[in-house]
């Protein structure tokens, strides 16, 4: 399934009567609550509210980074709560350049519940129905099986890779947080030795994709010789980075891995060396 879904598309879907659950991801890193605020304000009709730091991440020690990843049992548990079947048609969206959004769509791709896809200009490009209606979810009568992520690289083969460099890591930060400048998130400034960069929001015009075609042939200028499946994405976090992931498979260069640690875990070891 097309990792995007446009408006029309998506307009066509919910005509369908399809089994289709809107996703509302809105989140503000400098504000937790903005998010939930903003879906209160106003948010496509029939969408839940899907919270980055209670539904998509688990508790922090310190050590696991800003956003650490549920794992496959809690993850089922949060899916169970949400309403999110086996059959659910999920369609994700922000209003931050997808980033939230792509967060939920490589978590479920990543256990193989492939009909997910990001709303491709988020709300600023929906033309239908706002609500303000705040909906609860629906929960199952059953909780899902758990199921490992694919695709998820440990801190310790970024350790590996350090000597090896069989992987290539993209850093979906900024130019600046990446070089370590104006680093305002995490307590240490740089980024993993011998990253590259490819700010996320370079995969936008406006608050849409750019074209497969146009990413494509970024993404090749980027990695060289690389393929694909030789790539692990890293950012902040280990959200923005999933924006980069979602555009090589928009450019059907798919098969890319992530560091869902990212530098906020990895900085957290002194002992792990820091590039400038």
Known sequence: ??????????????????????????????QVSAGREAYAKGHIQGAIYVDLDTDL????????????????DDWATTRQRLGIGSDSHVIAYDS???????????????????????????????RGQISTAILAPA????KPKPVAYQGLVLV??????????????????????????????????????????????SNLEGSEFKSPEILRKEFSELLGNSQASDVIHSC???????????????????????????WSEWCADPKRPVER
């Open 1 to 30: 399934m097309n990792p995007l879904i446009r408006t029309n598309q998506l307009q066509e879907l919910l005509n369908s009567g399809a089994n289709v659950l809107i996703c509302d991801c809105r989140f503000d890193l400098a």
């Open 236 to 262: 902040g976090s280990g959200v923005t980075a999933c924006v980069n992931l979602l555009a090589m498979e928009q450019a059907g260069l798919g098969g890319s891995l992530l560091y869902a640690g990212s």
């Open 156 to 201: 310790d083969e970024i350790l590996d890779n350090l000597a090896s460099r069989r992987k290539t890591i993209i850093d979906a930060r900024s130019s600046d947080r990446f070089h370590g400048q104006n680093e305002t998130l995490d307590p240490v400034a740089g980024h993993i030795p011998s990253s590259l960069n490819r700010f996320f929001k």
């Open 139 to 142: 929960p199952l009568e059953t």
């Open 57 to 72: 991440s688990v508790s922090k020690t310190g050590t696991n980074g800003r956003h650490p990843l549920p794992n496959p």
């Open 96 to 126: 931050q350049g997808s980033a939230f959004a792509s967060r939920l769509w490589w978590m479920l791709r990543a256990i193989g519940h492939d009909k997910v896809q990001v709303l491709d200009g988020g709300l600023e490009s929906w």
